[in-house]
């Protein structure tokens, strides 16, 4: 029996990779006879350079901008071609880099990774692959561009600050200082989300109350956001304020597409495709994945659904594991995964849960070993 084990991270618990181990370690133990094989996986979001490097490639860190300003060691990768850079925008400019009461997503920015972009540039890289997920920002971006020479001034020609709040004062742009060698890079924005800008599906409305926005500050978000990419149309000549996908991290990618161009892509279809996963399911009987959390989001392009949808179309069936569980179970299947099996045994608070997540998810796995020894191996005809 072949198995593929291809979870995503379990949020401020276990990377992707640490969930794999886990689940491994937890079939082995049930001594389950099987090939199994790790690929963890990232859609974008928590992982995604994780996920990227397992195949080869370098890490190079530096000390970039939080969201608050501060002083952070945070990375980027390079593959083994040597030209293209993967940047995960949460390890700059993410919401777990926040306590709780420090989540502010009207002084929040993503300088950080404009930091990185601009490392990465200079290293020689010149195609991007740039992760959208986890964000504590609502900046649209401007962070990031300023940091790789876009001024935003305001009416008397001062720079206007950091910040979604500073854009209620941008009154001008300037793009000169931009480096004219983005021209020729190419930029892939990997995504798991469909929202657009603006409006009510956008990055304001959707996103900013998971980073601290309350039912007040809310439209100031939005006004702000608003504002500033009018007059990126207005001065810049782009309109991307409708753009499919331009909500992802806080509008961070609508921002980057303005100045940069490029294609905002699915982040796990990326992914899947790098890792040539179609043809790994060729010689497949079961993959096991799996996420922190399952809700109405997971079916939108989410990690262990791309690779459950992928399965399927080789028939090939898909177990999740979760610690949560908040949609249907019929609604995931659907949408492409066999089965889904929560980890946590009993009702405990989400502190504990998260500190004994390893071992939660060794014991599930290792009942599902108990389980596919029911009736011997399956395999597929």
Same mark, same amino acid.
């Given at each position: 029996?072949?198995?593929?084990?291809?979870?995503?991270?379990?949020?401020?618990?276990?990377?992707?990779?640490?969930?794999?181990?886990?689940?491994?370690?937890?079939?082995?133990?049930?001594?389950?006879?099987?090939?199994?094989?790790?690929?963890?996986?990232?859609?974008?979001?928590?992982?995604?350079?994780?996920?990227?490097?397992?195949?080869?490639?370098?890490?190079?860190?530096?000390?970039?901008?939080?969201? !608050? =300003?501060?002083?952070?060691? %945070? /990375?980027?990768?390079?593959?083994?071609? $040597?030209? @293209? *850079?993967?940047?995960?925008?949460? +390890?700059?400019?993410?919401?777990?880099?926040?306590?709780?009461?420090?989540?502010?997503?009207?002084?929040?920015?993503?300088?950080?990774?404009?930091?990185?972009?601009?490392?990465?540039?200079?290293?020689?890289?010149?195609?991007?692959?740039?992760?959208?997920?986890?964000?504590?920002?609502?900046?649209?971006?401007?962070?990031?561009?300023?940091?790789?020479?876009?001024?935003?001034?305001?009416?008397?020609?001062?720079?206007?600050?950091?910040?979604?709040?500073?854009?209620?004062?941008?009154?001008?742009?300037?793009?000169?200082?931009?480096?004219?060698?983005?021209?020729?890079?190419?930029?892939?924005?990997?995504?798991?989300?469909?929202?657009?800008? !603006? =409006?009510?599906?956008?990055? %304001? /409305?959707?996103?900013?109350?998971?980073? $601290?926005? @309350? *039912?007040?500050?809310?439209?100031? +978000?939005?006004?702000?956001?608003?504002?500033?990419?009018?007059?990126?149309?207005?001065?810049?000549?782009?309109?991307?304020?409708?753009?499919?996908?331009?909500?992802?991290?806080?509008?961070?990618?609508?921002?980057?597409?303005?100045?940069?161009?490029?294609?905002?892509?699915?982040?796990?279809?990326?992914?899947?495709?790098?890792?040539?996963?179609?043809?790994?399911?060729?010689?497949?009987?079961?993959?096991?994945?799996?996420?922190?959390?399952?809700?109405?989001?997971?079916?939108?392009?989410?990690?262990?659904?791309?690779?459950?949808?992928?399965?399927?179309?080789?028939?090939?069936?898909?177990?999740?594991?979760?610690?949560?569980?908040?949609?249907?179970?019929?609604?995931?299947?659907? /949408?492409?995964?066999?089965?889904?099996?929560?980890?946590?045994?009993?009702?405990?608070?989400?502190?504990?849960?998260?500190?004994?997540?390893?071992?939660?998810?060794?014991?599930?796995?290792?009942?599902?070993?108990?389980?596919?020894?029911?009736?011997?191996?399956?395999?597929?005809?």
């Amino acid at each position: 029996m072949k198995i593929i084990v291809a979870p995503g991270a379990f949020k401020h618990c276990l990377s992707a990779a640490g969930v794999a181990e886990a689940i491994e370690a937890g079939l082995r133990r049930s001594g389950l006879a099987a090939e199994i094989s790790r690929q963890p996986i990232a859609d974008g979001g928590n992982g995604t350079l994780d996920a990227w490097l397992a195949g080869g490639g370098e890490r190079f860190t530096l000390t970039v901008d939080d969201p !608050l =300003g501060r002083p952070v060691q %945070a /990375a980027y990768g390079l593959l083994p071609d $040597g030209r @293209t *850079a993967v940047i995960e925008m949460a +390890l700059a400019s993410g919401i777990e880099l926040l306590t709780d009461t420090e989540r502010d997503p009207l002084q929040a920015d993503t300088t950080g990774t404009g930091q990185l972009l601009r490392a990465a540039l200079e290293r020689g890289a010149r195609r991007f692959i740039i992760g959208m997920g986890g964000s504590a920002t609502v900046d649209g971006g401007m962070g990031a561009l300023q940091a790789l020479g876009v001024r935003m001034l305001d009416a008397s020609g001062q720079p206007i600050g950091r910040g979604n709040g500073a854009l209620a004062r941008l009154a001008n742009l300037d793009a000169s200082g931009l480096d004219m060698r983005w021209q020729d890079c190419e930029i892939i924005i990997a995504s798991d989300v469909e929202n657009p800008t !603006l =409006g009510p599906d956008g990055a %304001a /409305a959707v996103f900013g109350p998971q980073k $601290g926005a @309350t *039912a007040e500050t809310v439209p100031l +978000l939005e006004a702000n956001l608003t504002h500033f990419f009018e007059i990126v149309a207005a001065h810049h000549g782009v309109d991307v304020r409708s753009l499919r996908g331009g909500g992802a991290a806080g509008a961070l990618s609508a921002g980057l597409l303005a100045f940069l161009g490029g294609r905002i892509v699915s982040g796990i279809d990326l992914l899947l495709d790098e890792m040539n996963f179609a043809d790994q399911l060729r010689t497949a009987d079961l993959i096991i994945t799996g996420e922190g959390r399952m809700d109405e989001q997971t079916t939108y392009g989410k990690g262990p659904i791309g690779v459950a949808r992928l399965a399927r179309s080789h028939g090939v069936p898909s177990v999740a594991l979760v610690g949560g569980l908040a949609v249907d179970d019929a609604v995931l299947h659907e /949408a492409g995964l066999t089965v889904v099996l929560p980890v946590v045994t009993q009702p405990m608070p989400l502190e504990d849960a998260l500190s004994q997540g390893r071992s939660l998810i060794e014991q599930a796995a290792l009942r599902l070993g108990y389980l596919l020894q029911l009736r011997g191996t399956q395999t597929r005809p």
